[in-house]
């Protein structure tokens, strides 16, 4: 149940899976995702990318099939899946298939009786919204064989295939978006390790007839540092109905083109430096500009081991990124025009482990937004505290407090939070405002786990907060969670 459904069960899914180590290693009946490669052809619904690991967050490492019990309504599949794993004499064939059936959110033309857009985040509080709640329908049905060797090194080549189908068409929209009601996709991934050498990658083939993906290479030198050096090639015609490749535009393996490189040194016991340089362009249109863009982005962190149980991060991250504007020309007619948008976070944390029972953590962040004088320059500035304390083995309480200020959303600073299982959160804060939470994880049995989360959000001299179904007629916004996870 989302805040504001009427329906105290508006969603309801679950699983029964079995793990074993004879030849049918893995069997799910129920709601499941999966994992293969480096999801061009099939990943989850969500997945990191760029971030303060310049190295290890690059290479995706998937879970084959995987359990699905989190908070996301719609991006999973519905139905059964197995892994059937033969060893022989020269290595491992794993042979894994799967079946889905399950309904999707959509809005339809009932005129012409086709699916216009489809919909991901699961809210059903007005009457449009119910109506929207699974009325298209997705069929899909696919296997994937897994090679596995050590003989030199380790060597893993997987062959993935899906087809899927719609009860109803999706309505034409663009030549470079889907529609009709059928779907396929084939990719072979691999991943080499010699020493201290890595070469990984995915390329697959869409509905389209069109090949994209990404190849990487990971070296290690001498223990001391890691370096990754990745090329990424999505077309603008390159429609995956269900990839999460990595890439400047989170979800989306289409339209882009980009190269990343990334390092991570350590100093000893003392310090590990990370660091990386992206470049990428979007050779078409997209979403948010009519023309094509391009980027870059630069960013270190340091993690600097001060004494035991102290440690010092400092944060920097610079990037530059082609945008779109509207301006009046020497005629006096509005055209739109191309200007370099830059915005650079610095960032200060600590950690600070008191006893094995009590941590600290304090961060102090600040953004600054170039507009090229094209846009009036913004910046903004945040601060938070926190504790994690754990009374007994089974209990761990989290607290945060937070205080902000930003010139508008365009300079808003983002912070993950701690959060009940299967819930990513990760607020994007501006304006004026303070925020804090406090919760609670309790595990009384082994199979048992009760969790908690209370917080609140105040916006100064804001009449509202919020927009659309989620606003708030004050400055305030508070919201509850709980939950009951039982494994057996």
């Known amino acids: 149940k989302d805040p504001g459904e009427l329906n105290w069960a508006d969603h309801i899914g679950g699983f029964l899976e079995m ?15 999966l994992e293969f490669g480096q999801g061009i052809t099939l990943w989850g619904s969500y997945s990191f990318s760029k971030g303060s690991d310049a190295v290890s967050g690059i290479k995706k490492k998937g879970d084959g099939i995987d359990s699905y019990n989190s908070v996301n309504e719609v991006q999973y599949f519905r139905g059964t899946a197995a892994k059937i794993k033969l060893p022989v004499s020269f290595g491992d064939f794993s042979l894994y298939g799967f079946y889905s059936n399950n309904s999707i959110d959509a809005s339809i033309d009932t005129v012409l009786n086709q699916l216009s857009s489809d919909y991901v985040d699961g809210y059903h509080r007005t009457q449009s919204e119910i109506d929207r709640k699974n009325a298209g329908n997705e069929r899909l049905y696919g296997g994937r064989l897994l090679y596995e060797s050590k003989l030199f090194g380790t060597a893993k080549i997987g062959l993935t295939y899906y087809n899927s189908r719609y009860d109803k068409p999706f309505e034409y929209k663009g030549l470079f978006e889907f529609s009709g009601t059928k779907s396929n996709a084939i990719g072979a991934d691999f991943d080499f390790v010699f020493k201290n050498v890595n070469v990984f990658g995915e390329w697959a083939r869409s509905y389209t007839d069109i090949v994209g993906g990404v190849t990487g290479v990971k070296i290690l030198f001498f223990k001391l540092a890691d370096v990754v050096f990745m090329v990424r090639n999505y077309p603008k015609n390159f429609i995956m109905l269900h990839s999460y490749g990595f890439g400047e535009q989170s979800g989306t393996s289409q339209n882009e083109f980009g190269i990343y490189s990334g390092i991570r040194f350590k100093i000893g016991k003392l310090a590990v430096i990370n660091a990386y340089y992206d470049q990428y362009k979007f050779p078409y249109a997209t979403f948010y500009n009519p023309v094509p863009t391009s980027g870059r982005d630069f960013m270190t962190h340091t993690q600097w081991n001060v004494t035991r149980g102290f440690t010092l991060f400092t944060k920097y991250k ?13 005629y006096g007619l509005e055209e739109d025009k191309i200007y370099d948008r830059t915005q650079t976070n610095y960032r200060l944390q600590f950690d600070y482990d008191i006893y094995r029972t009590f941590r600290v953590r304090s961060r102090f962040e600040y953004v600054f937004v170039d507009n090229n004088g094209y846009k009036t320059s913004e910046k903004g500035l945040m601060f938070f505290s926190d504790i994690r304390v754990s009374p007994l083995r089974n209990l761990i309480v989290d607290g945060r407090f937070i205080i902000f200020q930003t010139d508008s959303y365009d300079s808003r600073i983002y912070e993950y939070e701690n959060e009940l299982n299967g819930v990513v959160s990760n607020q994007g804060l501006y304006g004026k405002g303070r925020r804090w939470y406090l919760m ?47 494994k057996f």
Not at 318 to 330: A, Y
Request: proline letters at 1%; hydrophobic letters at 35%; charged letters at 30%.
């Open 19 to 33: 793990k074993s180590d004879i030849a049918l290693n893995q069997l799910i009946a129920g709601d499941y995702i």
């Open 318 to 330: 610079n990037e530059t990124k082609e945008d779109v504007t509207s301006v009046i020309n020497s």
């Open 440 to 486: 609670l994880k309790y595990k009384p049995y082994k199979f048992l786990e009760l969790s908690a989360k209370y917080s609140e959000t105040v916006i100064e001299g804001a009449k509202t907060t919020g927009s659309g179904n989620d606003e708030v007629m004050n400055d305030l916004k508070n919201r509850f969670s709980f939950q009951l996870d039982i």
